[in-house]
């Protein structure tokens, strides 16, 4: 219901959150009309949003059940690639302690406070893809 309600374009392309827990989230992206480009592999958009999926569900679980509100956005995305993803491809970010500190480092200091966070795609045979980093910043609403 979260992808319906919140980010449709991810349902659409056929996004799915496999796992989360605490410390990390992985997301896949098949490879399907829907998502190619004229290159036979998944269009790198469509990477982009599984990876941003797979850091930002991390991202806004860290500033759950707080006393103050935090607002969240993301500032800036690096990505390489180096392979054709022609199937699915499963997003990892393995980082929620370190945005979960850094939230937390916002409301201390009630200021701004950035993280980069890495989210690495991988094939079904467990070669690497992609790699994203996505560098996102908190602010402590008062």
């Not at 993301?74 to 199937?87: H, I, M």
């Not at 910043?137 to 008062?142: E, H, P, T």
Request: hydrophobic share 45%; glycine share 4%; net charge positive.
């Amino acid at each position: 219901m979260f992808l319906l309600s919140k980010l449709p374009l991810a349902l659409i392309a056929g996004l799915r959150i496999r796992e989360i827990d605490p410390q990390k989230c992985v997301v896949s992206v098949p490879y399907g009309w829907m998502n190619k480009n004229p290159f036979r592999s998944t269009y790198f958009a469509a990477l982009a949003m599984a990876a941003e999926l797979s850091t930002g569900v991390l991202a806004m679980a860290a500033t759950l059940d707080r006393p103050v509100k935090v607002a969240l956005l993301v500032v800036k995305l690096e990505s390489e690639y180096f392979k054709k993803a022609t199937g699915i491809t499963l997003f990892t970010c393995a980082d929620g302690e370190a945005l979960t500190h850094t939230v937390q480092q916002a409301i201390d200091e009630n200021q701004p406070q950035q993280f980069t966070a890495t989210s690495t795609g991988v094939n079904e045979q467990g070669v690497p893809v992609a790699v994203f980093r996505i560098t996102w910043s908190f602010k402590a609403r008062s």
